[in-house]
Protein backbone atom coordinates (compact mmCIF):
# COMPACT_ATOMS: atom_id res chain seq x y z
CA UNK A 1 0.00 0.00 0.00
CA UNK A 2 1.26 3.43 -0.89
CA UNK A 3 2.13 5.82 1.74
CA UNK A 4 -0.16 8.95 1.31
CA UNK A 5 2.22 11.08 3.00
CA UNK A 6 4.12 13.43 0.29
CA UNK A 7 7.18 13.03 1.83
CA UNK A 8 7.14 9.60 2.32
CA UNK A 9 6.40 9.72 -1.52
CA UNK A 10 9.61 11.59 -2.03
CA UNK A 11 11.66 9.72 -0.03
CA UNK A 12 11.27 6.46 -1.38
CA UNK A 13 11.28 7.72 -5.38
CA UNK A 14 14.40 9.55 -4.09
CA UNK A 15 15.95 6.14 -2.73
CA UNK A 16 14.81 4.10 -5.40
CA UNK A 17 16.14 6.32 -8.78
CA UNK A 18 19.30 7.46 -6.74
CA UNK A 19 19.20 11.12 -5.33
CA UNK A 20 19.91 10.10 -2.27
CA UNK A 21 19.59 7.45 0.86
CA UNK A 22 20.44 7.07 4.55
CA UNK A 23 24.52 6.99 4.77
CA UNK A 24 25.82 3.35 5.64
CA UNK A 25 22.39 2.10 4.64
CA UNK A 26 23.59 -1.74 4.77
CA UNK A 27 24.37 -1.04 8.46
CA UNK A 28 20.87 0.25 9.51
CA UNK A 29 22.41 3.95 8.41
CA UNK A 30 22.84 7.02 10.80
CA UNK A 31 20.69 10.28 11.79
CA UNK A 32 21.24 13.08 10.46
CA UNK A 33 24.03 11.80 7.41
CA UNK A 34 22.98 11.33 3.94
CA UNK A 35 24.34 9.97 0.88
CA UNK A 36 23.81 11.45 -2.68
CA UNK A 37 23.34 9.34 -5.80
CA UNK A 38 24.18 10.45 -8.84
CA UNK A 39 20.97 12.20 -9.98
CA UNK A 40 21.18 14.01 -6.78
CA UNK A 41 24.63 15.03 -6.69
CA UNK A 42 23.86 16.66 -10.12
CA UNK A 43 20.68 18.29 -8.84
CA UNK A 44 22.86 19.73 -6.05
CA UNK A 45 25.41 20.76 -8.28
CA UNK A 46 23.01 22.57 -10.53
CA UNK A 47 21.32 24.15 -7.55
CA UNK A 48 25.17 25.61 -6.37
CA UNK A 49 26.07 27.02 -9.72
CA UNK A 50 23.09 28.90 -9.86
CA UNK A 51 23.55 30.30 -6.37
CA UNK A 52 26.67 31.52 -7.83
CA UNK A 53 25.26 33.13 -10.86
CA UNK A 54 22.37 34.19 -9.07
CA UNK A 55 24.72 35.86 -5.81
CA UNK A 56 28.29 35.58 -7.08
CA UNK A 57 28.97 36.25 -10.68
CA UNK A 58 26.09 39.13 -11.29
CA UNK A 59 27.41 40.86 -8.52
CA UNK A 60 30.75 40.63 -8.96
CA UNK A 61 31.41 38.78 -4.99
CA UNK A 62 34.61 36.62 -4.43
CA UNK A 63 34.22 32.79 -3.90
CA UNK A 64 36.56 31.25 -1.76
CA UNK A 65 37.18 27.74 -0.07
CA UNK A 66 38.54 27.26 3.51
CA UNK A 67 39.04 23.83 6.08
CA UNK A 68 36.30 22.44 7.55
CA UNK A 69 38.38 21.66 10.84
CA UNK A 70 38.73 25.35 12.80
CA UNK A 71 40.98 25.83 15.44
CA UNK A 72 39.41 26.78 18.70
CA UNK A 73 40.84 30.32 19.31
CA UNK A 74 38.78 30.96 16.30
CA UNK A 75 35.36 29.75 17.58
CA UNK A 76 36.12 32.02 21.07
CA UNK A 77 36.67 35.02 18.83
CA UNK A 78 33.45 34.51 17.01
CA UNK A 79 31.31 33.50 20.67
CA UNK A 80 30.35 29.64 19.22
CA UNK A 81 32.31 28.08 21.74
CA UNK A 82 29.87 30.09 24.82
CA UNK A 83 26.54 30.29 22.34
CA UNK A 84 26.61 27.10 19.96
CA UNK A 85 24.69 24.73 22.26
CA UNK A 86 21.43 23.41 22.24
CA UNK A 87 19.52 22.23 25.12
CA UNK A 88 18.89 18.13 25.67
CA UNK A 89 17.14 15.59 28.06
CA UNK A 90 17.41 12.07 28.36
CA UNK A 91 14.76 9.37 29.22
CA UNK A 92 15.97 8.01 32.44
CA UNK A 93 14.80 4.71 31.36
CA UNK A 94 15.65 4.07 27.75
CA UNK A 95 18.65 6.17 27.75
CA UNK A 96 17.17 8.30 24.16
CA UNK A 97 18.31 11.32 24.35
CA UNK A 98 16.14 14.74 23.01
CA UNK A 99 16.33 18.29 22.14
CA UNK A 100 14.07 20.06 24.70
CA UNK A 101 12.74 22.67 22.00
CA UNK A 102 12.09 20.28 19.45
CA UNK A 103 10.13 18.07 22.45
CA UNK A 104 8.17 21.22 23.63
CA UNK A 105 7.29 21.96 19.40
CA UNK A 106 5.53 19.56 19.09
CA UNK A 107 3.40 20.52 22.06
CA UNK A 108 2.51 24.04 20.32
CA UNK A 109 5.44 26.07 22.48
CA UNK A 110 7.86 27.60 20.19
CA UNK A 111 9.55 30.45 22.12
CA UNK A 112 11.96 28.41 24.06
CA UNK A 113 14.78 29.99 22.94
CA UNK A 114 13.96 32.77 25.65
CA UNK A 115 13.57 30.13 28.46
CA UNK A 116 16.47 29.41 30.65
CA UNK A 117 16.48 25.17 32.09
CA UNK A 118 14.30 25.62 34.95
CA UNK A 119 11.55 27.09 32.39
CA UNK A 120 12.04 24.00 29.96
CA UNK A 121 11.68 21.48 32.59
CA UNK A 122 8.66 23.29 34.00
CA UNK A 123 7.27 23.17 30.54
CA UNK A 124 8.18 19.61 30.22
CA UNK A 125 6.29 18.32 33.46
CA UNK A 126 3.34 20.75 32.88
CA UNK A 127 3.01 19.45 29.60
CA UNK A 128 3.69 15.92 30.66
CA UNK A 129 6.03 15.52 28.09
CA UNK A 130 7.70 12.06 28.22
CA UNK A 131 9.74 9.65 25.82
CA UNK A 132 8.42 8.72 23.02
CA UNK A 133 9.95 5.60 22.36
CA UNK A 134 9.30 3.88 26.01
CA UNK A 135 7.07 6.51 28.05
CA UNK A 136 9.60 7.15 30.70
CA UNK A 137 10.48 10.25 32.55
CA UNK A 138 12.62 12.60 30.95
CA UNK A 139 16.03 13.82 33.14
CA UNK A 140 16.54 17.41 33.84
CA UNK A 141 17.80 19.48 30.77
CA UNK A 142 21.27 20.52 30.37
CA UNK A 143 23.21 22.21 27.67
CA UNK A 144 25.00 20.10 25.28
CA UNK A 145 27.67 22.04 22.49
CA UNK A 146 26.68 21.26 19.44
CA UNK A 147 30.05 21.64 17.35
CA UNK A 148 31.75 18.04 16.57
CA UNK A 149 34.95 18.13 18.89
CA UNK A 150 38.39 16.81 17.85
CA UNK A 151 42.11 17.23 18.15
CA UNK A 152 44.36 18.82 15.03
CA UNK A 153 47.23 16.44 15.30
CA UNK A 154 46.83 12.88 16.68
CA UNK A 155 49.26 13.71 19.37
CA UNK A 156 48.56 17.64 20.44
CA UNK A 157 46.13 19.06 22.85
CA UNK A 158 45.50 21.80 20.18
CA UNK A 159 41.60 21.92 19.72
CA UNK A 160 39.90 21.75 16.63
CA UNK A 161 36.03 21.80 15.63
CA UNK A 162 34.01 21.07 12.65
CA UNK A 163 32.89 24.10 11.39
CA UNK A 164 28.75 24.80 12.12
CA UNK A 165 28.77 27.61 9.41
CA UNK A 166 31.58 28.73 6.95
CA UNK A 167 31.32 32.47 7.80
CA UNK A 168 34.35 32.32 9.76
CA UNK A 169 36.48 31.01 7.15
CA UNK A 170 35.37 34.04 5.74
CA UNK A 171 36.00 36.35 8.38
CA UNK A 172 39.74 35.39 9.13
CA UNK A 173 40.50 35.70 5.68
CA UNK A 174 38.99 39.09 4.97
CA UNK A 175 41.87 41.50 5.63
CA UNK A 176 44.05 39.05 2.73
CA UNK A 177 41.08 39.50 0.30
CA UNK A 178 40.94 43.00 1.02
CA UNK A 179 44.02 43.73 0.16
CA UNK A 180 44.06 41.15 -3.17
CA UNK A 181 41.50 43.04 -4.57
CA UNK A 182 43.70 46.13 -4.28
CA UNK A 183 40.84 47.39 -1.53
CA UNK A 184 37.60 46.97 -3.18
CA UNK A 185 35.04 47.94 -0.68
CA UNK A 186 32.07 47.22 -0.28
CA UNK A 187 33.11 43.85 -0.94
CA UNK A 188 30.87 40.14 -1.11
CA UNK A 189 32.56 37.43 -0.17
CA UNK A 190 31.06 33.50 -0.66
CA UNK A 191 31.64 29.85 -0.13
CA UNK A 192 30.13 26.84 -0.75
CA UNK A 193 31.35 23.49 1.16
CA UNK A 194 30.41 21.29 4.08
CA UNK A 195 29.03 22.49 7.00
CA UNK A 196 28.78 19.67 10.15
CA UNK A 197 26.54 20.08 13.61
CA UNK A 198 26.22 17.65 16.17
CA UNK A 199 22.28 18.08 16.29
CA UNK A 200 21.27 15.96 19.50
CA UNK A 201 18.19 14.29 17.55
CA UNK A 202 17.79 14.90 13.98
CA UNK A 203 14.89 12.87 12.89
CA UNK A 204 13.44 15.03 10.07
CA UNK A 205 15.45 13.18 7.25
CA UNK A 206 16.62 14.98 4.42
CA UNK A 207 15.43 18.27 6.51
CA UNK A 208 17.58 18.01 9.68
CA UNK A 209 21.35 16.96 8.95
CA UNK A 210 24.63 16.73 11.05
CA UNK A 211 26.61 16.92 7.69
CA UNK A 212 25.74 19.23 5.46
CA UNK A 213 26.31 21.66 2.54
CA UNK A 214 26.05 25.37 2.97
CA UNK A 215 26.12 28.18 0.40
CA UNK A 216 26.46 31.57 2.07
CA UNK A 217 28.17 35.00 1.57
CA UNK A 218 29.23 38.06 3.06
CA UNK A 219 28.70 41.28 2.56
CA UNK A 220 30.81 43.54 3.66
CA UNK A 221 30.15 47.10 3.64
CA UNK A 222 30.39 50.77 4.97
CA UNK A 223 27.60 51.57 8.52
CA UNK A 224 28.24 55.74 8.06
CA UNK A 225 26.85 54.70 4.24
CA UNK A 226 24.59 51.63 4.11
CA UNK A 227 22.65 52.70 0.96
CA UNK A 228 22.35 49.92 -1.34
CA UNK A 229 22.38 51.55 -4.93
CA UNK A 230 20.61 48.65 -6.46
CA UNK A 231 17.84 48.99 -3.90
CA UNK A 232 15.45 50.54 -7.14
CA UNK A 233 15.91 47.10 -9.10
CA UNK A 234 13.45 45.74 -6.27
CA UNK A 235 12.06 47.94 -3.95
CA UNK A 236 8.33 46.89 -5.58
CA UNK A 237 9.13 43.49 -5.20
CA UNK A 238 5.96 41.93 -2.88
CA UNK A 239 7.42 39.71 0.29
CA UNK A 240 5.49 38.03 3.16
CA UNK A 241 7.38 39.22 6.67
CA UNK A 242 6.37 37.59 9.88
CA UNK A 243 7.60 40.31 12.15
CA UNK A 244 8.51 39.34 15.72
CA UNK A 245 6.53 41.87 17.20
CA UNK A 246 3.13 40.38 15.92
CA UNK A 247 3.96 37.18 14.76
CA UNK A 248 1.08 37.99 11.81
CA UNK A 249 2.38 37.37 7.88
CA UNK A 250 2.05 40.51 6.37
CA UNK A 251 2.38 41.08 2.35
CA UNK A 252 4.52 44.29 1.77
CA UNK A 253 6.81 45.38 -0.75
CA UNK A 254 10.44 46.08 0.46
CA UNK A 255 10.37 49.68 -0.34
CA UNK A 256 7.57 49.83 2.67
CA UNK A 257 9.04 47.55 4.66
CA UNK A 258 12.55 49.37 4.68
CA UNK A 259 10.40 52.77 5.45
CA UNK A 260 8.43 51.00 8.33
CA UNK A 261 11.49 49.93 9.60
CA UNK A 262 10.27 46.17 9.25
CA UNK A 263 13.43 45.75 7.95
CA UNK A 264 16.79 47.52 9.40
CA UNK A 265 19.11 47.47 6.59
CA UNK A 266 18.64 48.74 2.52
CA UNK A 267 21.26 45.27 1.84
CA UNK A 268 19.39 43.37 3.78
CA UNK A 269 15.64 43.60 1.80
CA UNK A 270 17.88 43.74 -1.56
CA UNK A 271 19.26 40.32 -0.53
CA UNK A 272 15.92 39.54 0.88
CA UNK A 273 14.22 39.80 -2.51
CA UNK A 274 16.52 38.43 -4.55
CA UNK A 275 16.82 35.07 -2.33
CA UNK A 276 12.90 34.97 -2.52
CA UNK A 277 13.44 34.76 -6.38
CA UNK A 278 16.13 32.37 -6.30
CA UNK A 279 13.83 29.65 -4.54
CA UNK A 280 10.94 30.61 -6.71
CA UNK A 281 13.37 29.93 -10.11
CA UNK A 282 13.57 26.10 -7.56
CA UNK A 283 9.93 25.80 -8.47
CA UNK A 284 8.96 27.12 -5.06
CA UNK A 285 6.00 29.40 -5.50
CA UNK A 286 6.55 33.22 -3.42
CA UNK A 287 3.05 32.17 -2.12
CA UNK A 288 4.93 29.03 -0.42
CA UNK A 289 7.63 31.48 1.10
CA UNK A 290 8.00 33.51 3.88
CA UNK A 291 10.39 35.81 6.26
CA UNK A 292 10.08 34.63 9.81
CA UNK A 293 11.62 37.53 12.03
CA UNK A 294 13.21 36.36 14.90
CA UNK A 295 12.83 37.75 18.43
CA UNK A 296 15.99 39.24 20.01
CA UNK A 297 16.20 36.29 22.24
CA UNK A 298 15.94 33.78 19.30
CA UNK A 299 18.98 35.83 17.04
CA UNK A 300 22.62 34.59 17.38
CA UNK A 301 24.77 36.57 19.76
CA UNK A 302 26.03 38.46 16.53
CA UNK A 303 23.11 39.55 15.28
CA UNK A 304 20.89 42.97 15.50
CA UNK A 305 18.28 41.59 12.98
CA UNK A 306 17.84 38.00 11.60
CA UNK A 307 14.98 36.67 9.51
CA UNK A 308 14.42 32.95 8.56
CA UNK A 309 13.28 32.55 4.85
CA UNK A 310 10.71 29.50 5.47
CA UNK A 311 8.70 27.51 2.48
CA UNK A 312 5.64 25.43 3.38
CA UNK A 313 6.89 21.55 2.90
CA UNK A 314 4.11 19.04 3.27
CA UNK A 315 4.86 17.27 6.54
CA UNK A 316 7.00 19.76 8.23
CA UNK A 317 5.15 23.04 7.86
CA UNK A 318 7.09 26.09 7.48
CA UNK A 319 11.01 25.49 7.53
CA UNK A 320 14.41 27.07 6.96
CA UNK A 321 15.87 26.82 3.50
CA UNK A 322 17.63 30.42 4.28
CA UNK A 323 19.06 32.64 6.81
CA UNK A 324 19.61 36.56 6.84
CA UNK A 325 21.34 37.98 9.45
CA UNK A 326 23.14 41.58 9.98
CA UNK A 327 26.05 40.80 11.80
CA UNK A 328 27.03 44.50 12.17
CA UNK A 329 30.49 44.52 12.94
CA UNK A 330 30.74 41.83 15.63
CA UNK A 331 32.67 39.04 13.70
CA UNK A 332 35.71 41.60 12.23
CA UNK A 333 35.78 43.32 15.88
CA UNK A 334 36.35 40.00 17.79
CA UNK A 335 38.67 39.13 15.62
CA UNK A 336 40.56 41.93 15.45
CA UNK A 337 40.35 41.94 19.12
CA UNK A 338 42.02 38.32 19.49
CA UNK A 339 44.06 37.81 16.88
CA UNK A 340 45.43 41.38 17.60
CA UNK A 341 45.44 42.03 13.52
CA UNK A 342 44.12 45.56 12.31
CA UNK A 343 41.32 44.80 10.04
CA UNK A 344 40.04 47.72 9.61
CA UNK A 345 39.56 49.22 6.53
CA UNK A 346 41.19 52.52 4.65
CA UNK A 347 37.88 54.54 3.01
CA UNK A 348 39.44 57.52 1.17
CA UNK A 349 37.37 60.88 0.63
CA UNK A 350 36.68 62.57 -2.76
CA UNK A 351 39.42 64.84 -1.66
CA UNK A 352 41.10 66.04 1.70
CA UNK A 353 39.68 67.65 3.38
CA UNK A 354 41.02 70.08 6.58
CA UNK A 355 40.07 69.17 10.07
CA UNK A 356 41.22 70.98 13.25
CA UNK A 357 42.94 68.29 15.67
CA UNK A 358 43.03 69.62 19.73
CA UNK A 359 46.72 68.49 21.68
CA UNK A 360 46.80 68.80 24.97
CA UNK A 361 50.42 69.85 25.96
CA UNK A 362 50.72 69.36 29.95
CA UNK A 363 53.22 71.74 32.28
CA UNK A 364 55.22 68.28 33.50
CA UNK A 365 56.57 71.30 36.26
CA UNK A 366 53.40 71.99 37.89
CA UNK A 367 51.50 68.78 37.19
CA UNK A 368 54.46 66.63 39.56
CA UNK A 369 53.99 70.05 41.94
CA UNK A 370 50.50 69.22 42.68
CA UNK A 371 49.90 65.99 41.95
CA UNK A 372 53.36 64.06 42.54
CA UNK A 373 53.34 60.05 42.02
CA UNK A 374 49.85 60.72 40.67
CA UNK A 375 51.18 62.44 37.36
CA UNK A 376 51.38 59.93 35.07
CA UNK A 377 47.49 59.40 36.04
CA UNK A 378 46.10 62.23 35.89
CA UNK A 379 47.95 62.62 32.13
CA UNK A 380 46.28 59.38 30.90
CA UNK A 381 42.83 60.73 32.04
CA UNK A 382 43.10 63.78 30.80
CA UNK A 383 43.96 61.68 27.42
CA UNK A 384 40.74 59.86 27.69
CA UNK A 385 38.59 62.87 28.43
CA UNK A 386 37.37 64.96 25.02
CA UNK A 387 39.50 67.67 25.06
CA UNK A 388 37.10 70.11 23.58
CA UNK A 389 34.31 69.39 26.58
CA UNK A 390 38.09 69.65 29.30
CA UNK A 391 38.84 73.44 27.67
CA UNK A 392 34.98 74.88 27.54
CA UNK A 393 35.19 74.02 31.66
CA UNK A 394 38.39 75.28 32.22
CA UNK A 395 37.09 78.45 30.52
CA UNK A 396 33.97 78.74 31.83
CA UNK A 397 34.58 77.62 35.43
CA UNK A 398 38.93 77.77 35.44
CA UNK A 399 38.84 74.08 36.66
CA UNK A 400 38.45 70.48 35.40
CA UNK A 401 37.38 67.33 37.97
CA UNK A 402 38.90 64.07 37.13
CA UNK A 403 37.61 61.98 39.91
CA UNK A 404 39.07 63.65 43.15
CA UNK A 405 41.40 65.71 41.22
CA UNK A 406 40.87 68.89 40.07
CA UNK A 407 43.29 70.53 37.14
CA UNK A 408 43.61 74.19 35.87
CA UNK A 409 44.86 75.70 32.91
CA UNK A 410 47.67 75.96 35.14
CA UNK A 411 48.49 72.26 34.43
CA UNK A 412 48.19 72.01 30.54
CA UNK A 413 47.29 73.54 27.74
CA UNK A 414 45.23 72.54 24.72
CA UNK A 415 46.77 73.89 21.16
CA UNK A 416 44.36 73.62 18.09
CA UNK A 417 45.89 73.12 14.26
CA UNK A 418 44.94 72.26 11.25
CA UNK A 419 45.71 69.20 9.25
CA UNK A 420 44.88 67.57 5.88
CA UNK A 421 42.76 64.18 6.23
CA UNK A 422 43.04 61.85 2.85
CA UNK A 423 40.18 59.03 4.72
CA UNK A 424 39.54 57.66 7.51
CA UNK A 425 39.49 54.28 8.63
CA UNK A 426 36.73 51.77 9.44
CA UNK A 427 35.41 48.56 10.65
CA UNK A 428 32.92 46.99 8.10
CA UNK A 429 29.39 46.05 8.88
CA UNK A 430 27.82 42.43 7.44
CA UNK A 431 24.78 41.56 5.62
CA UNK A 432 24.90 37.22 5.43
CA UNK A 433 22.39 35.37 3.59
CA UNK A 434 22.97 31.61 4.26
CA UNK A 435 21.08 28.68 2.19
CA UNK A 436 21.51 25.30 3.11
CA UNK A 437 21.85 23.14 -0.10
CA UNK A 438 20.46 19.22 0.78
CA UNK A 439 17.41 20.81 2.36
CA UNK A 440 16.63 22.58 -0.88
CA UNK A 441 17.70 19.25 -3.08
CA UNK A 442 14.37 17.70 -0.93
CA UNK A 443 12.38 21.21 -1.18
CA UNK A 444 12.61 21.22 -4.75
CA UNK A 445 11.72 17.70 -5.26
CA UNK A 446 8.94 17.71 -3.02
CA UNK A 447 6.78 20.56 -5.13
CA UNK A 448 7.79 19.24 -8.32
CA UNK A 449 6.43 15.77 -7.33
CA UNK A 450 3.24 15.11 -9.08
CA UNK A 451 0.86 12.38 -10.48
CA UNK A 452 -0.50 11.70 -13.78
CA UNK A 453 -2.66 8.61 -14.70
CA UNK A 454 -0.86 7.11 -11.41
CA UNK A 455 2.48 7.69 -13.20
CA UNK A 456 5.01 9.90 -11.13
CA UNK A 457 6.43 13.03 -13.10
CA UNK A 458 9.56 15.06 -11.45
CA UNK A 459 8.90 18.45 -13.19
CA UNK A 460 12.08 19.70 -11.90
CA UNK A 461 12.74 23.22 -13.19
CA UNK A 462 14.21 22.78 -16.50
CA UNK A 463 17.80 24.24 -15.31
CA UNK A 464 18.48 21.98 -12.36
CA UNK A 465 17.37 18.84 -13.68
CA UNK A 466 19.97 15.80 -13.71
CA UNK A 467 19.80 14.90 -17.69
CA UNK A 468 19.12 17.39 -20.51
CA UNK A 469 17.12 14.38 -22.15
CA UNK A 470 17.19 10.95 -22.37
CA UNK A 471 17.77 9.06 -26.08
CA UNK A 472 15.81 6.10 -26.66
CA UNK A 473 15.73 3.47 -29.47
CA UNK A 474 12.28 2.05 -30.39
CA UNK A 475 13.25 -1.56 -30.23
CA UNK A 476 17.09 -2.90 -29.73
CA UNK A 477 17.32 -3.45 -33.43
CA UNK A 478 20.70 -3.38 -34.48
CA UNK A 479 20.28 -0.54 -36.93
CA UNK A 480 17.95 1.30 -34.60
CA UNK A 481 20.84 0.85 -31.56
CA UNK A 482 23.24 2.02 -34.11
CA UNK A 483 21.87 5.57 -34.95
CA UNK A 484 20.42 6.25 -31.65
CA UNK A 485 24.01 6.10 -30.42
CA UNK A 486 25.71 8.11 -33.34
CA UNK A 487 22.78 10.96 -32.22
CA UNK A 488 23.74 9.95 -28.30
CA UNK A 489 27.34 11.03 -29.13
CA UNK A 490 26.41 14.10 -30.92
CA UNK A 491 24.50 15.67 -27.94
CA UNK A 492 26.95 14.29 -26.04
CA UNK A 493 29.64 16.02 -28.00
CA UNK A 494 27.62 19.23 -27.91
CA UNK A 495 27.89 19.75 -24.13
CA UNK A 496 24.27 18.83 -23.33
CA UNK A 497 23.86 16.28 -20.49
CA UNK A 498 21.87 13.62 -21.56
CA UNK A 499 21.59 9.56 -21.35
CA UNK A 500 21.01 6.08 -23.40
CA UNK A 501 18.36 3.92 -22.40
CA UNK A 502 17.22 1.53 -24.54
CA UNK A 503 15.94 -1.80 -21.30
CA UNK A 504 12.10 -2.30 -21.39
CA UNK A 505 9.33 -1.09 -23.29
CA UNK A 506 8.95 2.29 -24.61
CA UNK A 507 6.40 3.15 -22.28
CA UNK A 508 8.54 2.08 -19.24
CA UNK A 509 11.46 4.26 -20.27
CA UNK A 510 9.22 7.10 -20.53
CA UNK A 511 7.87 6.25 -17.13
CA UNK A 512 11.40 6.31 -15.78
CA UNK A 513 12.48 9.59 -17.62
CA UNK A 514 9.60 11.43 -15.92
CA UNK A 515 10.45 9.35 -12.93
CA UNK A 516 13.67 11.45 -12.56
CA UNK A 517 12.89 14.64 -13.99
CA UNK A 518 13.96 14.42 -17.73
CA UNK A 519 12.68 17.36 -19.55
CA UNK A 520 12.61 15.68 -23.49
CA UNK A 521 12.55 12.06 -24.19
CA UNK A 522 14.02 11.97 -27.61
CA UNK A 523 12.77 8.22 -29.76
CA UNK A 524 14.78 6.67 -32.95
CA UNK A 525 12.57 4.94 -34.93
CA UNK A 526 12.66 3.56 -38.82
CA UNK A 527 11.25 6.62 -39.87
CA UNK A 528 14.15 8.18 -38.65
CA UNK A 529 16.06 6.22 -40.63
CA UNK A 530 13.80 7.18 -44.04
CA UNK A 531 13.77 10.81 -43.43
CA UNK A 532 15.89 11.77 -40.71
CA UNK A 533 13.48 12.93 -38.08
CA UNK A 534 13.10 11.67 -34.23
CA UNK A 535 10.28 11.98 -32.16
CA UNK A 536 10.77 14.22 -29.21
CA UNK A 537 8.38 14.22 -25.91
CA UNK A 538 7.76 16.80 -22.96
CA UNK A 539 7.76 15.27 -19.80
CA UNK A 540 5.01 17.61 -18.26
CA UNK A 541 2.60 17.59 -21.29
CA UNK A 542 3.51 14.17 -22.75
CA UNK A 543 2.94 15.49 -26.12
CA UNK A 544 4.97 14.69 -28.90
CA UNK A 545 6.72 15.95 -32.38
CA UNK A 546 8.95 14.76 -35.14
CA UNK A 547 11.62 17.09 -35.37
CA UNK A 548 15.07 16.51 -37.64
CA UNK A 549 17.80 15.38 -35.99
CA UNK A 550 19.87 17.93 -37.21
CA UNK A 551 18.23 20.29 -35.12
CA UNK A 552 18.34 18.69 -31.78
CA UNK A 553 21.46 20.16 -30.39
CA UNK A 554 19.66 24.23 -31.20
CA UNK A 555 15.96 23.05 -29.71
CA UNK A 556 17.14 21.47 -26.40
CA UNK A 557 19.45 24.08 -25.91
CA UNK A 558 16.81 26.30 -26.52
CA UNK A 559 14.72 24.48 -24.48
CA UNK A 560 16.77 24.62 -21.37
CA UNK A 561 17.65 27.53 -19.97
Same mark, same amino acid.
Given at each position: ?16 ? #? ?12 ? #? ?119 ? #? ?377 ? #? ?29
Amino acid at each position: MKSTDKCDRVIELARRR #GFFWPSYEIYGGVG #GLLDFGPLGVAVKRKIENKWRKFFLKEHDFLEIETPIITPEKVFQASGHIEHFKDPMVECTKCKRKYRVDHLLAETGISNTESMNLIELDNQIKKKEVYCQDCGGQLSKSNYVQTMFKTTI #GPFTDNIGYGRPEAAQGIFVNFKRLHEVMRDKFPIGIGQIGHALRNEISPRQGPVRLREFTIMEFEFFFDPTDPSCPRLSEIEQTEITLVPFTSRKPVLITVKDALTKKLILMEWMGYFMALSQQFISELGIPPEKQRFLEKSPSERAHYSDQTFDQEILLDRWGWTEVSGHAYRTSYDISRHIEISGVDMSVFKPHLKPIEIQEKKLIPNANALRRDFGDDTNKILQLLKSEDLTRVQKQINEKGSFHLGKHTVTKEHFEIKTSSKKETGRRIIPHVIEPSFGVDRLVYAAMEFAYSTKEDRVILSLPKNIVPFDAVILPLMTKMELVEETKKIYTNLQKSGLETYYDETGSIGKRYARSDEIAVPLAITIDYQTLDD #GTVTIRDRDTWKQQRVNKDELVALIKNYIP
